[in-house]
């Protein structure tokens, strides 16, 4: 079965850190390349970071680049993003996603989670 499961989002004051976790079902997790996506309200889903199965590759998203940071640990079939340095722009529902092939576009991917709430006060 697919499965994908945020947990980790809460409120964060401009300046602190978060990590988020998404526990993959060994199915969807054994493989894949992962994504973190967000979303703002009244903003369309936007890509954040990506790490391939073999975490030889990542991709991160200019305006997360340096602070935030994906990894994987594969006995637990869980990938993280760890976010330094939070500003009120990074305020969104977080996603994870899985597919084969590491993308940095959403419509790439077949297998998400529900979602994370992130919240920076400004």
């Known amino acids: 079965q697919v499965q994908l499961v945020e947990s980790g989002g809460g409120l964060v004051q401009a300046g602190g850190s978060l990590t988020l976790s998404c526990a993959a079902s060994?199915?969807?997790?054994?493989?894949?390349?992962m994504g973190w996506f967000r979303q703002a309200p009244g903003k369309e889903r936007e890509f954040v970071a990506a790490?391939?199965?073999?975490?030889?590759?990542?991709y991160y998203a200019d305006s997360v680049k340096d602070r935030f940071t994906i990894s994987k640990d594969n006995a637990k079939n869980t990938v993280y993003l760890q976010m330094n340095s939070l500003k009120p722009e990074d305020t969104a529902v977080y996603y994870c996603?899985?597919?084969?092939?590491?993308?940095?576009?959403?419509?790439?991917?077949?297998?998400w989670g529900q979602g994370t709430q992130v919240t920076v006060p400004s």
């Open positions: 060994r199915r969807t997790f054994m493989g894949n390349s």
């Open positions: 996603a899985a597919d084969r092939i590491i993308s940095t576009r959403s419509n790439d991917y077949n297998y």
């Open positions: 790490l391939s199965w073999s975490a030889s590759t990542t």
